[in-house]
């Protein structure tokens, strides 16, 4: 099989640019034929062949060097080490109206990118009504491209790409922009494209597109290969990380939390009730709520206790600040509040009691917690609450 | 087909820049192309009359007016200086393209100098007859020697050109400092006087001035039908040629680098 695109140790590395004199610096290196080589590197060693027939897909996170990648295959960014090989026509569409011109009518910035992807007016001409039948973008074609959404300028890219016959198409995750039927013309181009021998070479996120449309995969991290081969492993085992990633954070996260010690409800019970996490209580009894709270700073925190019904309304809540109930401190960093409904006059049903950990100064919750509790009887009243009163004659 | 990075020039690509760049420069006005020939017919008013009715500026020992002595000069230095000073922000302003579309980049900067250059060269022919129609004598017969110094010419700008917009992505402050120099060459430059009203030494400085050589041979050709041959003719052709090709290289050793400093 032909290779069409090789690249042998590639690396890329973006200079320091922001100050003038890091400018003038780079001015005169280059100047002497060196390269610039202290600043960021996006990409290293990156080695690849591209071979007819075998489309790859280039996955990793973002800012893991992909859209670099694509620059340095398409001869729009030079590498600062290594050695890039093209044998074949190469039609690309990175960014979103990449190349177009905003200022111009459509018309004339496909005549332009034409000409950019090696067309010639004669072929242009030829294949113009193509173009337009594909982009279906009818008479906006005359405006300028600044008029356009973004589904428009994707539409007459790709189209003016397709004009052009590539042997390999290069795409960025451009394709997402336009609506889901163009989506989908788009994708059934490039699988028809494929079959008839092209090649592609696609950035995407999303694994059942690479999956889809490419043979080979490459995945790269931080700007290194991590893993390039056989298009189901490298996908399979770049989901299997990105999971365990995700897993990892959010382990991360929540340790973080409990070290950086936010306020939080250690203890939430109902003593008078077996101390459990759930209560059953006869109405017109007394509840009794304890709740036990962490203050990493060791000041007494605030609680916010409310009483919700099952299905979620909400019945009554009450913050200790607002009556100036101060905690006692069981020790340095707990806190505990107890609370007593006298003469519970809840209607029978279910309740959740939630209660709201808060700072000292009442202003933000830090965590929330709930406790179930049934209230028995045989009230035929109906509401949520019995409120005293009196027949009065 | 095979292509080595990075991508050749382009003819059919170029000529859509050159086209571009025209209609955006000249042709996006209310006045469209009638803009083109009476601009420079207007400009040539303005200064009819302020050097003739205000300056009462005149060319010793000759029998050609004012006027066309500086019209025959005027045109082809504007054509070279605004295409110099359009091109030197070639670069950075096409950044847009640079940084999505694999281009050979040296396309920018010389279609910027083609196109002023043919734009000017329309309203240099428009001027040209309107000066004959009014009675100077034009040596239409000289027109196709007066074209490989006007190629020249070019050939200097787009050198100049290559040199400015490569500089320029490194250098911000060339597009400051560049409209002062060229200010101060065009006066350092016989178009609004002619050499011989010049001190003997200035003069003799005045002939290192490679503008003068472009000047001087526009007139001797186009205003005095005289075909002046003689060392310089072969210096000056050559040394721009070097030039020419030094602006290339320096223009090729940047850029690949252009991407990273935009």
Sequence with gaps: ???????????????????????????????????????????SDVSLDVLQGQSLGVIGENGAGKSTLLKVLTGVIRPTTGRVE??????????????????????????????????????????????LSFADIGEYVHEPVKHYSSGMVVRLAFAVVTASRPEILITDEVLAVGDESFQKKCIRWIERFLEDGGTLLMVSHSMYIVQKLCHRALWLH?????????????TQSYLAWHQSRSAEERRLREEQRGAAGHYRVTGFVFPEHGGGDTARVAMGDDLLVEVTLQSPDGRPPVVHLGVVRIDGTPVYGVTSDSEAVQPVRIDPHHFRFRLRFNQLGLLPGSYHIRALAMDPEGLRVFESRERLFQVNGKSIDVGIVHLPHAWTG | MSRIHPSRPDLNFFRN???????????????????LVLQPLVLLGVYAFVFTTIFKSRIPDSEVGFVPYLAIAFWPWTAFSDGVLKASHAISGNAALIGKVALSTEQLPLAAVTATFLMNMVGYVAVLVVLQLLGTNIHWAFLPLA????????????????????????????????P?????????????????????????????????????????????????????????????????????????????????FL
Excluded: C
């Design chain 1, 222 to 234: 931080d700007g290194r290969v991590e893993q390039y081969g056989e298009v189901f492993p490298v």
């Design chain 2, 147 to 178: 074209l490989p110094v006007l190629l020249l010419l070019w050939l200097f700008a787009a050198a100049l050109a290559l040199f400015m917009s490569a500089l320029q992505v490194f250098v911000k402050d060339i597009v400051q400092i560049l």
């Design chain 1, 86 to 131: 093209v044998h074949a026509g190469i039609a690309a569409l990175l960014e979103l109206g990449a190349g177009f011109q905003p200022e111009f009518s459509g018309m004339d910035n496909v005549r332009m990118k034409a000409a950019l992807l090696g067309l010639t007016s004669a072929e242009l001409d030829q294949r113009l009504d193509e173009i």
């Design chain 1, 1 to 43: 099989m032909t290779v069409l695109i090789r690249l042998e140790n590639v690396s890329k590395v973006y200079p320091r640019v922001h100050q003038p004199w890091e400018r003038l610096r780079a001015f005169g290196s280059i100047l002497l034929g060196r390269e610039p080589r202290d600043g960021a590197k996006v990409l």
């Design chain 2, 180 to 260: 002062p120099l060229m200010t101060l060459w065009f006066f350092m430059t016989p178009i609004l006087y002619s050499p011989e009203q010049l001190p003997e030494q200035l003069a003799r400085l005045m002939e290192w001035n490679p503008m003068t050589w472009f000047v001087f041979h526009l007139r001797e050709l186009l205003l005095f039908g005289r075909l002046n041959l003689g060392m310089g003719e072969f210096v000056a052709p050559a040394l721009v040629l070097v030039l020419a090709w030094l602006g290339w290289l320096f223009f090729r050793r940047f850029s690949g680098h252009f991407e990273d």
């Design chain 2, 17 to 35: 820049l050159v086209r571009r760049q025209i209609r955006q420069d000249y042709l996006e006005n209310v006045t469209g192309f009638a803009w």
